[in-house]
Every structure is written in structure tokens, then in C-alpha cells.
């Protein structure tokens, strides 16, 4: 009787497996599933735990929302974030699923109607607050809810020793505890270090879950630094390079959020700011601004974002440097989540360090839920993050390489993608030229900058216009003139190289000087080796530059048939104006292209192109098909 049993639960799995590719297809518009989305999908559909661990823009949603169309019952999705349940739930209505949210954006009549609804079998997929799990009116209507699977997004969120802990999720487990049967539980995150890791798995008292863990690359986004003289010059001048696209502008302070967008508005720019001093329904006004296409750019501190469903993000620009790879990763990856090509600029100044120090001296001494000792090891732990976030900035080496080392992965020398890699030139030994600048920084004490250094080695014209170097008669060092061969540009490359690689630091204070550091000790002392890319020769670099084509420009290359992409698009816009939805919602920039591409001319064919599913084809396709059988009438497929 017990084989019996298991051979027919065995079936009932087979069944659900199968059945997953139909949904994925008719409901989602897509033929296959991303890396990692397929095992944790089987996960749950074979009534195990499941844990996520997947970057911003790789799919951790269809990961529980198949498997939720696909079992028998209501599937619960907890999540922090009012915006992204709005979105989330805007997104499945479009592709036909009957889906809900329970929040506090609801009035009291509204959240009524929604808890009826949802004891009447209404929903298949519910979204709710944490806060919302334990009150008695969800806790009667969940008792009698058949329910498939719990889903916890931003599963980070549970652990103190995440980025955004949040005492509500502590509330999760002793919710499943009260169910009378307790069903899989899902928990996904795009950011989790080892301790965070074993902490989601120990607070939400995760079964044996089936882990996948995809990796942090994002091969469709450019990773790129510059040292501008005038920041908001360098923005303005990206901004006109990404015209009419969605960007995102994260500043470190809300003063400098309020004068970059103050900026942009004067100059004609469609901005808006984001930030906690901010009211609520500000906030929430520019938030849609941004999501509903009213306005391109979005200038924001690190408030906005978390949860942020946007597809079209071609750019995200760091005005500031963050004070951590972990959260500047987490931001430059909301762009490009559709797949598309994408950039990832930071614009780096002496300043954003002497800032970030100011922050994490604030905010260590703010938490009064620590102790002094603890106080203490937290702002340490800080500061080398700090110093982590800054070599990236200074490093020589593949800017992708370095992120993706930083996070525990083997990475490729070169990505030839990023703004190091395609700055070209070639590996070289530098041992001599490293000794050198490190042997000249400690002759010089800590009294001066880079560029009084690059100067005094440099030698020749370079040092005879330096006031420094006349008026302390540095000329008599025995390191002047030692790479007279090398341009000071290049000079500085090496330096950056040297704090990028912890030999030199950077001094606090109004002028940021030189100095040696232990490890740059050990390096002189013991003979160690280095080699770095130094960058083209000016006339070569121009060259070189006219060769490889910006990420804007490969994606216009990439769309066939622009002048019909742009009509897609006009259409695009005026169906989600009238659904009163996010553009993307309707189709993503990816789609459209598709479509542009490959000119579908019937129902099967649009059905076809990824992110096309049944309920859209049936919403959208006549009047997307209407545009494309008039062009082709108009062209020829062929043309």
C-alpha cells in the first residue's frame, strides 16, 4: 500500500513538472527557463524548501510564480516593499493571473474586500506585508486557506547582519508554526554573504531546501569609472548620451540629490528626487513618475530602489561612490534587467571617501541597540568594506574581475566590456616602475598629492611647472626624472594601480595626500613582482575608441528596423497609458525589439517572441500585429 502510494505521488510530481512548461509558455511568453530558475522551480513543485540566491534582474520571481500556477491552491508571497507587490501584482494581471496584495496602501474597505476575496478562492498568487502575517483577520482567513507554497522575497531582510534587516520578518517563522499544515517554503535574495546565508536558513527553519546559487555576473552590463573634474558636466554629457532612456542618478546625501535634480529640472532634464526627507506621497509621486515613463531620470540616495521591478533602465550612474560593493552592486544592477545592454557609471572624487567615512562614523554611533565594542567592530568592518569599494575605483585591472572576485567567484582576466578592458593596451611587468613610485612616495613623506608625485617623476616640463616641487626643491631627490618615459597620465595610471592594490593610501582631509602603506613596505622590501595594462598611447587610444561602439550604440545595432522599433514603442506607451501601467508591463524593450526583428504577421508567430504569453496576445496582439503587417506592407519582410 506504502508503494503504491509513492509511486503515485511520483506521478503527481512527473504531471506538475510537465505541466510547468505550459504555463511558462502560455502565461510568461517564454520557451526556456534562465540559469538556475528550472531546478528551484522543480524544488517546490516536488514539496521542497527552496533557497535562492540569484543577482538583481535574473528572474527570482518566476522561480515561485510558475510553480504557483502550476499546484493546486493559493501560493503567499511575502515581501517587504510596497512598490514591488504593486508592480508584481500589475504584471500578472496583464499575463492573465488573478493575483492580489495586502498592505497598508489599502484602505480598510479595501483590504476587507481583498481578505473576502481570498477566503472565497479568488487568488492564486497573494502578496503580503510581514507586518500583515499575524494580524487576527489574515491569521483566520490563512487557517482556512489552501496554501501551496510561501514565498519570502528579500530573504536578507531576516538577518541582523544583512543589509536591511527588518524585525517583521523575525515574524515569518512563527506564522508557518501556526499554519495546521506547513507547505514549501521559498526564500530568494540577490544578496546574502556566508552568515546572512545560514541565518535565512536557520530563522526561517528552511527544510534540507534545495540552494542554488547562479552567480553575480550580468554579461549585458558595462562596468565603467571615471575621475571627472566636473561631475555634473560628466552626468549631463551621459544623460545626452542615453536621450529619451530610463537612468537612474544615486547620490550619497540628500542635499546632493536635491541640487543635481534642481539642476537637471533648470536644463530641461525630465527628473525626479528621491529620498527619505522626502513625504510620503512625494515619494510615491515620483516613484510612479519614474516607473510610468512620466519622467527618464531619477536622482535618489540609496532609499529608492530595493524591490524596483523597472526593465528599461539603460544607465545607473553613481554620482557618489557608494560605501560598499554590496550596495553598490545591488544598484547598478537595476539596470539592464530585461537583458538589454546597460551601463554601470560611477563617477569617483577624493570627496566621496572623506563622506562615506562621515556616514559610517554616524550611523555606527546612532544604533543603540550596540554596545561600545560592538559599536566599534561594526565601523572597522565598515571602513574595509570602505577601502574595498575604493580599490575598485583606483584598480587597472578588469573592472568586472574585480566585482565578481569580491563576491567569492572566478572571474575571466578580462571582460572586454567594461571601461578598463576597452581603455586597451597590454599586460605588462611593471615590478621596476612600481619600485620606483613607491620608493619615491616614501622619500617624499606624506606631504603631497598624486599629482605632484607623477610630476616629480615625470621630470622634464612636467616638474618645472609643479610650484611644489620648485619651492621644496623636490628636483633633488634621486627619484626625478625616473619615468621621464612615461606621460604624467600615465604616471597616475600607476598610481591608481598602487592604491588600487592597498601599496598606497589616500589621506583624509580637504587635500588628499600620498602615503605608503604596510603592504607597499612589504612589496619594496621583499622584491615582489607586478604587472598591469597600461593603457594606449593618445593617438592609438583615439583610434581604438572609433573602433569599439558605446553600450547605447551596440543596442541600436542590435535592433533591426529602428524606425518600426520607435512606432512599437509610441504604441507601447498609449496601451499602458490606458491600462494605467508601467510600460514595461505591456512588453519589455526586449520584446520589442524581438519584434522588430523577426516581423511576426500572425498570432503564432507573435506568440513566438520571448515575453509574448496567451493572456497578452489577447490583450495586445491585434493592434502590435496591426503596426507590423502595415509595415511589411509598406517594406516587404525582407527589407
Known amino acids: ?34 540559469s538556475g530558475q528550472e531546478e528551484l522551480v522543480d524544488g517546490f513543485l516536488a514539496g521542497r524548501d527552496v533557497f535562492g540566491l540569484m543577482p538583481t534582474g535574473a528572474g527570482k520571481s518566476l522561480c515561485y510564480q510558475v510553480p504557483a500556477l502550476v499546484m493546486d491552491g493559493v501560493s503567499l508571497v511575502i515581501s517587504p516593499l510596497i512598490s514591488l507587490m504593486k508592480d508584481q501584482v500589475s ?76 524585525p517583521s520578518y523575525l515574524k515569518i517563522r512563527e506564522f508557518l508554526e501556526s499554519l495546521p499544515q506547513r507547505p514549501p517554503v521559498g526564500a530568494f535574495t540577490a544578496t546574502a554573504t556566508a552568515q546572512v546565508r545560514r541565518d535565512i536558513v536557520e530563522l526561517l527553519d528552511l527544510r534540507e531546501p534545495v540552494s542554488v546559487c547562479t552567480g553575480f555576473d550580468r554579461p549585458n552590463l558595462r562596468f565603467e569609472v571615471k575621475k571627472p573634474a566636473d561631475k555634473y558636466a560628466a552626468l549631463v554629457s551621459l544623460l545626452r548620451q542615453e536621450k529619451g532612456q530610463s537612468v537612474i542618478v544615486y547620490c550619497l546625501t540628500r542635499r546632493t540629490v536635491e541640487e543635481v535634480c534642481e ?80 551601463r554601470c557609471v560611477l563617477l569617483y572624487s577624493g570627496q566621496d571617501v572623506v563622506t562615506n567615512r562621515l556616514l559610517i562614523e554616524r550611523s555606527s554611533g546612532e544604533n543603540e541597540e550596540l554596545d561600545e565594542e560592538q559599536r566599534e567592530r561594526v565601523r572597522k568592518q565598515e571602513e574595509e568594506r570602505l577601502k574595498k569599494m575604493t580599490f575598485y575605483c583606483f584598480t587597472s585591472d578588469c573592472l568586472r574581475a574585480y566585482l565578481l572576485r569580491y563576491f567569492g567567484e572566478q572571474a575571466p582576466r578580462r571582460c572586454e566590456n567594461c571601461s578598463t578592458c576597452l581603455q586597451g593596451g597590454e599586460e605588462r611587468d611593471m615590478t621596476r616602475e612600481m619600485n620606483l613610485l613607491l620608493s619615491c612616495v616614501r622619500a617624499c613623506g606624506r606631504g603631497y598629492g598624486k599629482k605632484t608625485v607623477a610630476a616629480l617623476l615625470a621630470g622634464g616640463a612636467a616638474a618645472a611647472a609643479n610650484d611644489t616641487i620648485r619651492r621644496r626643491c623636490l628636483d633633488q631627490l634621486p627619484q626625478y626624472g625616473a619615468l621621464s618615459g612615461f606621460s604624467v597620465g600615465e604616471i597616475l595610471t600607476l598610481i591608481d594601480h598602487a592604491i588600487g592594490h592597498g601599496l598606497l593610501e589616500v589621506t583624509e582631509g580637504d587635500y588628499p595626500l600620498l602615503a605608503l602603506t604596510q603592504a607597499g613596505e612589504s612589496f619594496l622590501q621583499n622584491g615582489e613582482q607586478i604587472s598591469m595594462r597600461m593603457p594606449e598611447r593618445e593617438t592609438a587610444r583615439v583610434s581604438s575608441e572609433k573602433r569599439k561602439p558605446s553600450a547605447r550604440i551596440r543596442e541600436e545595432e542590435m535592433t533591426e528596423r529602428p524606425e518600426l522599433y520607435e512606432k512599437l514603442r509610441a504604441l507601447r506607451a498609449r496601451l499602458a497609458a490606458r491600462a494605467g501601467v508601467p510600460a514595461y508591463v505591456v512588453f519589455t524593450d526586449r520584446a520589442l525589439r524581438e519584434m522588430a526583428g523577426l516581423l511576426p504577421l500572425d498570432e503564432q508567430e507573435l506568440l513566438a517572441v520571448n515575453g509574448v504569453g496567451r493572456a497578452r496576445l489577447e490583450r495586445y496582439g491585434g493592434e502590435f500585429l496591426r503596426i507590423l503587417n502595415e509595415y511589411a506592407q509598406e517594406h516587404g519582410k525582407n527589407s
Open 263 to 342: 539642476r537637471l529640472c533648470r536644463e530641461g532634464f525630465p527628473a525626479v528626487r528621491y529620498h527619505a526627507g522626502l513625504t510620503d506621497e512625494e515619494r510615491r509621486e515620483n516613484q510612479d513618475a519614474f516607473l510610468y515613463d512620466r519622467a527618464s531620470v531619477m536622482v535618489a540616495t540609496n532609499a529608492f530602489g530595493m524591490g524596483i521591478d523597472k526593465s528599461n533602465v539603460s544607465m545607473v550612474v553613481h554620482y557618489n561612490m557608494p560605501k560598499n560593493m554590496e550596495g553598490y552592486y545591488q544598484e547598478a544592477g537595476r539596470a539592464g534587467r530585461d537583458g538589454s545592454p546597460a
Open 1 to 34: 500500500m506504502l508503494m503504491a502510494h509513492s509511486t503515485s505521488k511520483m506521478k503527481q510530481v512527473d504531471r506538475l513538472v510537465q505541466d510547468k512548461w505550459q504555463i511558462l509558455r502560455e502565461y510568461f511568453g517564454y520557451s526556456s527557463f534562465r
Open 91 to 166: 504584471a500578472l494581471i496583464q499575463s492573465g493571473v488573478k493575483a492580489a496584495y495586502l498592505n497598508s496602501s489599502l484602505t480598510p474597505g479595501q483590504f476587507r474586500l481583498a481578505l473576502e476575496r481570498a477566503s472565497q478562492g479568488w487568488y492564486k498568487i497573494i502578496y503580503v506585508a510581514p507586518e500583515r502575517l499575524l494580524t487576527e483577520s489574515f491569521a483566520r482567513v490563512a487557517e482556512r486557506l489552501p496554501i501551496s507554497l510561501v514565498a519570502v522575497d528579500e530573504a536578507h531582510c531576516v538577518s541582523q547582519w544583512g543589509q536591511d534587516f527588518r
